[in-house]
């Protein structure tokens, strides 16, 4: 069965630093790339970046750059997202998805984890 | 503010057909193509409409996707009431090197 299991909860301070998995199963990771996206509470979805599960290649979006890293573990099968500093503005449900092995702007996301909560606060 | 601008609402009774609007530019939609999420309140989202216009297996033919120039739609033709959900178009866009998404159209049926 094609799925993605990720972690969970994580309630975190801010300037903290959260790393949610994301661990697939089904298929290998060489195949595909992941693609992380978050929703903030009562608001739409945000493309966080990508990485390739074959090359390890990643982009990110300009947004979260440079507090961000994507990862992969082909032992485990599954994709790390690490994000840094984090505010309140972080809080949200973070989502991994399956997308192209070798482009991000390739292939619609067609599995999706089933989202961690990350919770930021004082 | 979202890069795709979609109705915050949509609303029909059962049997209705239902249109859901996405207007983008040239260096997204104008230029890649756009898939379609539904989102049930809780749950994460689902891949409903690929490539503008392809259903997924498993999604019911009552829905269909197109696409013209800057803008694409999402048609629901005999709404049910397990329609009723969140739907999300997104696009690549080439300028910000990045994928957009619109801000979502809660469809809901009366």
């Known amino acids: 069965q094609l799925q993605l299991v990720q972690s969970g909860v994580e309630v975190k301070k801010p300037g903290a630093s959260v790393k949610v998995s994301c661990q697939a199963s089904g298929y290998s990771l060489f195949t595909h790339g992941f693609i992380w996206v978050r929703q903030a509470p009562g608001q739409g979805l945000e493309w966080m970046g990508w990485i390739s599960g074959y090359n390890r290649k990643t982009k990110y979006a300009e947004r979260v750059r440079g507090r961000v890293t994507m990862t992969t573990d082909p032992s485990t099968n599954a994709a790390y997202m690490e994000l840094r500093s984090l505010t309140s503005d972080d809080t949200a449900v973070y989502y991994c998805a399956r997308g192209s092995r070798d482009k991000p702007k390739i292939l619609a996301f067609d599995i999706w984890g089933q989202g961690t909560v990350v919770f930021v606060s004082s | ?110």
Do not use: H, M
Not at chain 2, 20 to 26: E, L, R, V
Not at chain 2, 47 to 52: K, M, P, R, W
Not at chain 2, 70 to 96: K, M
């Open chain 2, 1 to 110: 503010q979202s890069v795709l601008t979609q109705p915050p609402s949509a609303s029909g009774t059962r049997g209705q057909r239902v249109t859901i609007s996405c207007s983008g530019s040239s260096s997204n939609i104008g230029n890649n193509l756009v898939n379609w999420y539904q989102q049930f309140p809780g749950a994460a989202p689902k891949l409903f409409i690929y490539s503008s216009d392809e259903r997924p297996s498993g999604v019911p033919d009552r829905f269909s996707g197109s696409k013209s120039g800057t803008s694409a739609s999402l048609a629901i033709s005999g709404l049910q009431s397990e329609d009723e959900a969140d739907y999300y178009c997104a696009a690549w866009d080439d300028r910000l090197d990045a994928w957009v998404f619109g801000g979502g159209t809660k469809v809901t049926v009366l």
